[in-house]
């Protein structure tokens, strides 16, 4: 078979992977802080839950281009993980009811054990998908495919939400268990087709590997390695309040599921479904503009959540967070494709992934001491925390735009330019323009 056809067969089973990887992600990305609450955790608990699950998935991924080498394949250890994690949800589920006292430590445990074996193949999974689309499409591809998965990861959120509100009344330990088998499920159908997929030829010199340390040492002439760095400082700035909004929804505010649900799934639908707009706002303005612009723009978010308490407000906040962070996010990974060889590139993004998990670990963990012990803002320290979060996230926005630069060879333009077009603004002159000259012939 040819390996054009080979590619394009790995593309729709990739597609079919990411379509049930979404449905389980959904689930346990959304829901494992309220299942802590669920067995008893306080804020202090769900601050180690994210520190210890993302700390151990970064050094574990660390190792990932350690552990392709000594298989001598991405696919091999893609599938081997990916199977490891989907036969680890239903215990991290059923397991710690068997020791009450400990139940939210075996929970975390066995929560931060399963999402580190998901999350291992990473590294490898973009080295292997970046060779299948060329650099000038990566954008637009990305951006499809993301808005797409998206929505089945939005929709898989919300059905969970629907559960959980639904057995409430009746019995919420089912409700948690179902979504458990559903996560597990998924996951394992996605298994399926990542063993479908083919691996390009594909053999690591020994002048393409490198040292972490080497790696940091060059900071102050890799533009990637600053990226990096400032990339994990600028998500520690995030991780002080991100893992917490969902205990002062549900906890604060009072919150039921279905209403949690919504104001999370808002910010999930628009982060998803605006994804193919910004691949072609990147492949037309380069990458690093982008995340200049919407690190900026992220800095903002948490203080909009400090003047109104209001679901529908929220809700409005949540849509234009997603809308944000979908250029930040694709962007910043597409930057990373661009910036790296085919050869390097997995271990670049080892060592990427495992900086920015160490900042959102230790932003958790932070947050969760600051959550206790911050003092009272109109009631709540929570506000506190997030004045803090804004004023750090801008900081390090600034950094990240001052300190790096774009790799791709793409038109100048000014960012005035780049808001016009992002606004919408252009499409709808065009539009007029067009409709106004039709109406003079």
Known sequence: MPKSTRIRNSLRYSFWDGFFASIQFGIVEQFAVPLALYMGAGSTAVGLLNFIRNVLVAIIQFFSADLTGILHSRKKLIVSSVFLAAFLWLPTFWLPLFFQRW??????????????????????????????IPPGKRGRYFGWRGAVLGLVYCVSVLLAGLALYLFKPINL???????????????????????LMY??????????????????????????????VLSALFVLSVALVSPF????????????????TVIISAAVLTTHVTMRYWGRLADQYGNMKIIRLTSCLVAVIPLCWIFSGEPLYLVIVQLLAGFVWAGFNLSSTNFIYDVATANKRERCI???????GLGLGVGALLGGFLYRHLPLLWGSSFYNLLLLSASLRLFFALAISLLTKEVKNIKTVRVRALLYDMSGLRALGLLTRELIFRQKM
Do not use: H, Q
């Not at 691996?199 to 340390?213: L, Q």
């Open 103 to 132: 139940r939210v430590a075996v929970f975390i445990i066995l929560f931060a054990l399963a999402s580190a074996f998901n999350m291992l193949p990473t590294p490898a999974w973009a080295s292997l998908m970046a060779e299948y």
């Open 173 to 195: 330990f089912v409700g948690f268990a179902l979504l458990l088998a559903v996560a597990a499920l998924a996951r394992f159908i996605s298994w399926y087709f990542l063993n």
């Open 199 to 228: 691996e390009p030829g594909w053999r690591v010199k020994v002048t393409d590997e490198f040292s972490f340390w080497e790696f940091i040492r060059r900071i102050r002439v890799s533009n990637f390695a600053r990226f990096s």
């Open 245 to 260: 909004f969902a205990v002062y929804l549900l906890k604060e505010l009072g919150f039921d599921y279905f209403t949690f």
């Open 350 to 356: 080892a060592y990427y992934n495992f900086l920015t």
